[in-house]
T-cell receptor, first 113, second 110 residues
Framework: EAGVAQSPRYKIIEKRQSVAFWCNPI?????LYWYQQILGQGPKLLIQ????????DSQLPKDRFSAERLKGVDSTLKIQPAKLEDSAVYLC???????????FGSGTRLTVV | GQSLEQPSEVTAVEGAIVQINCTYQ??????LSWYQQHDGGAPTFLSY????GLEETGRFSSFLSRSDSYGYLLLQELQMKDSASYFC???????????FGSGTRLLVRP
């Protein structure tokens, strides 16, 4: 079974620029999550999708972050404009349904300078 | 607010046993999960406890006491490859979204 694919692996941008991350979950997994992990901390949920609908985006800074899940499969997370404090690893995870035991991708490490 | 407390660092010797504790204060509780993360890697799922008691999976065991809002991860026969960060995470409701602790960095010495 292929894992959760994320790209790019690394990204360096200047503050106020925009950036987008892509996630391809495990085939058939209905639930998809985006987490933000700042260095030295645990992951923090940004948004949860069930198929192509949003279940929870209460922690997503909607003035600058947006996310979508096309046709209930791939997902993109966008930041516009980026701030220095957005420097983190952005992790995508998926599960067959709303259940425990996610599979995480390797993440995108974003550095904002 | 929600909070999970776990030690920031633990050091142990190869072949030994180590226990990583986690206490939580959350407004809801479905279960407690444990994830392992090597530097630069993805978190990987280790275990999930919804009911009180001990769950064993190979060298790893996880315990939960709902009345004490407490759980632990027990790692036996430590190997060098077990050096990693370990996160406890609470599932608060049926959405199964996770609230993570800040992680415990385990260093296994020869």
């Amino acid at each position: 079974e292929a894992g959760v694919a994320q790209s790019p692996r690394y990204k360096i941008i200047e503050k106020r620029q925009s950036v987008a991350f892509w996630c391809n979950p495990i085939s058939g997994h209905a639930t998809l999550y985006w987490y933000q992990q700042i260095l030295g901390q645990g992951p923090k949920l940004l948004i949860q999708f069930q198929n192509n609908g949003v279940v929870d985006d209460s922690q997503l800074p909607k003035d600058r972050f947006s996310a979508e899940r096309l046709k209930g499969v791939d997902s993109t997370l966008k930041i516009q404009p980026a701030k220095l404090e957005d420097s983190a690893v952005y992790l995508c995870a998926s599960s067959p349904s709303q259940n425990y035991g996610y599979t995480f991708g390797s993440g995108t490490r974003l550095t904002v300078v | 607010g929600q909070s999970l407390e776990q030690p920031s660092e633990v050091t142990a010797v190869e072949g030994a046993i180590v226990q990583i504790n986690c206490t939580y204060q959350t407004s809801g509780f479905y279960g407690l999960s444990w994830y392992q993360q090597h530097d630069g890697g993805a978190p990987t799922f280790l275990s999930y406890n919804a009911l009180d008691g001990l769950e064993e999976t190979g060298r790893f065991s996880s315990f939960l006491s709902r009345s004490d809002s407490y759980g632990y991860l027990l790692l036996q026969e430590l190997q060098m490859k077990d050096s990693a960060s370990y996160f406890c995470a609470v599932t608060m409701d049926s959405s199964y979204k996770l609230i993570f602790g800040s992680g415990t960095r385990l260093l296994v010495r020869p």
